[in-house]
Every structure is written in C-alpha cells, then in structure tokens.
C-alpha cells in the first residue's frame, strides 16, 4: 500500500518500501526502479513481519515530526502573519523536519525558516496533510464492523421467531387441536390439551423476548448509524506541514522560527464615545475586532494589530488616457444613505443567523449581526458595497443603495461541516482569554485599560498588544482594547431641515491623525445613557474630525413653505417661479445650545435657467455649492425663526422641477 503525500502537486513515496513487482511474484521492486532478484529474503520474512518492516519504512521517511506553538501573530485588515517557534534536536547527517498540523491555508510564498546553529538549511517545502482522513476512515470501519455483527444477531433472532413460529404452527394442526379424533382417552385429552396450552403460553413468551432483543439491537444499530453521521458531518479536516530538510555533522539542539501569512483572519475596529455634557472632554475607546477560521488556534499568542492590508496589490497605479465625447449626464437627488438595516437568514430554512460579519468593502468598516439575525451598519458613501460572510455560508456581496436591506445566504457544500453558532451579550467574556474580557458588556467602565504600544512604520501603523490572547479558529469575533483617549472637543448642533428636521449633536476634534484611528462604527453614550451609533469617517484630509453624537429631541424644528408665496408668474417668455421657506427653531433644553442651520438655494448648470437668493436672513449663499448657513446661539427655552426665498426665472417653452 503507497502512502501519498502532495507537495507542489509532486507525488513522494517511502524510498525504502519494497513491494512484489507487477506480473512476477518472485522478484520485489525498490521505489528508485532497481530490482532484487531471488526474493529468497522476503518469502522468508513472514506476512506480520513485513507490514511491520514497511511501515517503520514508512514512519522513516515522513522525518521527524516537530510540535511548534504560535508566538505571535500579526492580524492585518485582511490577513495575517503567523510565527511560530520550537526548540528541535538535529540528528548528524541529512534529514528531515516536519513542522505538522499548521494552516491549510498557508500562503506558500511567504514561508520563512529561521534557525541559527552549526547546520545548514537545504530546501523548505509545504504540502497538504490528510492523515486525519485515514483516522476518520477507520473509526468508522470500527463501527461498521460493530454494525455487522449486531446485524448477524439480529438475522439469528429472527431465525428464532421462524422457529417458535413454525412450532406453533405444527401444534396448531394437532389432531386433537382441530377436532378430527374424538375417541381419545379423556385423562390423555385433557393432558395432550394442557401441554399443548403450555407450551403455546411458553412459545408467545419466548417470541416476545426475542423481538424485545431484537428492539434492543435495533436502537443498538440506531446509535452506531448516529455515530456514523456525526464522523461524516466533521469532514474531513485537513491541515499542512512545513518540511525543513537540515545537514548537520553533530547531534545539536536549535530553536526554529517559522512564518508565513494565511487568509481568512482578520480585525476591524469599532469605538465606544462617551460624553458627559458638552462642557466636558470626549473619551473614545478605541477597540479591534478579531476573527479567523484559519484551520489553527491562536493559544496565548503575543497579538499586534496592523493597519496593513497584504492582501492589495502593491503595485502603483499608472494613469491612462481620459476620451471625452458627447453624452448625457445626470445627477439624481434624494436623501443619502447612511445607514442599513436588515436581517440575515439562511436560505434553507428561513431561520436567522447570529454571527455574520458585515463589512463595508475596500474599508476598515464592520459590523456583526445579533442573536435574532439583525444587523446595522453606517454606510460612509453612496458607492458602498456590503460583503456578507460567515463559517459554512457563501459569501455574498450587495450594494448598499437601501436603508433596509434582508440578506438570505447559501449554506457551502465545501464548509458546512465546520459551522459555529457564537453567543451573544456578555457571554463573549467566557471565549477569550485576556485582561479586556469584559469588553463586549457595555455597561463596565473605567476598566483598567490593557498595556499597547503603538508602533508607526513606513507604511502601516502596528499595536502591539502586551497581554497574550487565545483566538480560537472559529470565526467569531473576539474583543480587544487597543486604546482609550480623552480628547478635548468642540461641541456644536446641527441640524439641515431640507433633508431632516432632526438636531444632531456633533463634536470637532482637532488633530484627530496623532490617534491613528480608522473608518468604523461608533457605539455613542452621552450624558450616560447609549443613545444609538454612528460613524467615524477617517477618509477626510482636514485635521478636524467631525462626530456625530446623535440625536436631541429637545431641539425642535420646523420648515414650511409659506402659503401664497409659492409663487409661479409669466413674463414675456420666461416662466418665474418664487419658494418662500420659514424654518423655525425652538430650545426646550435647560442651557443654551450653539447651533448651525444649513439649507441651500437652487443651483442653475444652464444660462437658461437663473436663480435669485431674495431673502436669507443675513446669510450668503454659497455660489458653488448654493449653501446657505446660519450659526447662532439659542437660550434656554428662546425661539428664532430664519427665511430663505429665491426665484427661479426659466424659459416657457422648458419644464424646471423647482423645490
């Protein structure tokens, strides 16, 4: 029997295996194509003898099996680098170290050995291992044997029945039994008919314990079929080996490093902001989410978070030529979306799934959904595009151009055997092992934050994270706490009655880039209390970050289009039409509020079409843009109303939508 192992899809057999050569029992045959001729020795060795010779051969060939443990792991946007370490004795001579159960997914064109010693490294090769699939086979050509033999007991008690059956049958058609010999003795009758009573009692009883064995067996069969199914619902799992071929001229002891980059890990990050009042700093929390299904556990592993993304190409762009000509353009408008909602089931069943990774792609934006299937997530521009994954489901990918959007996933054929349903609420402290366990519960504060050094390179920033973690290879997302900030803020209303006559409250912190922040999702709490999420947006090239910290019902609002000033009048061959717009704000808080009101006047992209800003209350429009803002301070409980009135002068023989 060949033992096959695939490295770069090159098939390598035990060098020593000697087996009979095709078509001539007599003469045995080396793998390297040479022949003994006689086969004197090998008829002599016995059969047990032989299998035990090659499968030493065999164990020889495969070299010497190494267990290393993961150090440190560096988990990028998408990706990451695994380094592991182990102190392995060398043997003099050539020979080979197998570095086993690593990552199926290895990039192999990252592998790095590193050892120092008196030897040399003569080649690093990678293969697939599917050892665990001969286990698997085996265990369940065990219970396919105890299958058999229960079935044979049952053929045996059915044997039985058909015996008690048959006898029953015999004494059945007794000549006493069916009436055709009346001159029997009556003493000899009556004990023909008890024994025949007795024995019929004794046949029922004994058929009843047989299909009460047989029932037994039944379940015993049931069980063993269970087990069956639950061997082939684990699938196969495969993993890979690094083989390290070393020449030394010693025996002497190394320690070895081995890294290499796999996929199917990755963080994003999220930030709890918290204000007291407007009058106080903010505080930002700014916290990573891990995740992999690697096919390896990360056990107390040093952690470092990198803003670096191996997986983009890295080459520079090179410009093309721009073809103009003529066409049409138009530019749609509406409401903008910020923000989508939706459910995500699966599409076998309908049923919900908690723990999908939703990412906004190309970003560093990412949410995940709840135990009911719900998710949310802020959407930073119209050209979004939502990438839906999760353990044993396709991936799937949908634009974002609705604010309500219901995900169904196809379950994987490939990955179905590897499904993992995560919990929820603070029961992620029980799955990860490190000092900010207690993260994911929002209502704990003032944790002692974790020690993280943040280290800028070149092209990417790294933390690295002081206490060692355990992520296991399952796809969940494990917390991590990578800083906490109190940054002094600029806190200002807004609000744009055109689009919405909600008031936010928003902050401007100044020189945001020292914090190394990215684009991701912002759990907001103010004044104490969890008031919604938002977005921190870090695509802007100011040194001011605007926060959005939610909604004040207590900033009422209104615009309205005043009656009889909607005006539309003839002149000559132009068609004029006025819009008269009152926004009245009113201040229900206790203190007064710095609030900015923006609207915008029309903006005309013809020499047809005029526009005329008649009354803005003593702001100026923006000529570009037609903005028009006014920012003032509003006392407690105070009212202040503002007009915007423009006209619009077109031609007759054109229509104008005018808003």
Known sequence: MFQHKFIYGKVHTPASFIYAAPGNPGISEITDGMYLTEGIMFKKLSIAAALLFIAAATRADEGQKVASKVQKVTVFLNGAQVSRTALVNISPGTSTLVFENLSPGIDVQSIQVNAGGDFTILSVNHELDFADNDIRQKNIQAIEAKVKLVRNKIALQNNMLSIYQEEANTLAKNPV?????????????????????????????????????????????????????????????TTSNVLVTVSAKVALQANFTLSYLVRNANWFPTYDIRAKNVNSPITIVYKANVSQKTGEDWKSAKLTLSTGNPSVNGAKPELTPTYLNFGMYYSGTGVPITKVMGRIVSRDDNSSIPGVSIRVKGTSIGAVSDAGGNYSIQIPNANAVLTYSFIGYETLERQANAPMINVALNPSSRQLNEVVVAGYGTEYKRDLTGAVARIQDKNIINTVPIEVKKE??????????????????????????????NIDATYQYYVAPKLSTDVFLTAQLTNWNKYSFLSGEANLFFEGTYIGKSLINTDATTDTLNLSLGTDKNIVVTRTLEKGLAMRQSSGSNQKETRNWLIDVKNRKSQS?????????????????????????GAKPDATTGRVSWNFMLNSLDEKKVKLKYQVKYPKNQSVIVQ
């Open 177 to 237: 039994s069916n009436g055709t010999n009346v001159a029997l003795d009556p003493i000899r009758l009556k004990q023909t008919l008890d024994f025949q009573t007795a024995r019929l009692n004794e046949i029922k009883k004994n058929q009843q314990a047989v299909n009460d064995q047989i029932d037994l067996f039944n379940d015993e069969l049931e069980d063993y079929n269970k087990q069956i199914a639950e061997i082939n619902k684990a699938g196969v799992k």
């Open 456 to 485: 800028e390179n070149q092209t990417n920033i790294e933390f690295n994270i002081a206490n060692p973690y355990t992520v296991p290879s399952d796809g969940k997302q494990y917390a991590v706490e990578i800083s906490q900030y």
């Open 593 to 617: 509020v710095n609030l900015l009101v923006e609207d915008q006047v029309p903006v005309s992209q013809n020499k047809d079409i005029e526009v005329e800003a008649q009354e803005t209350s």
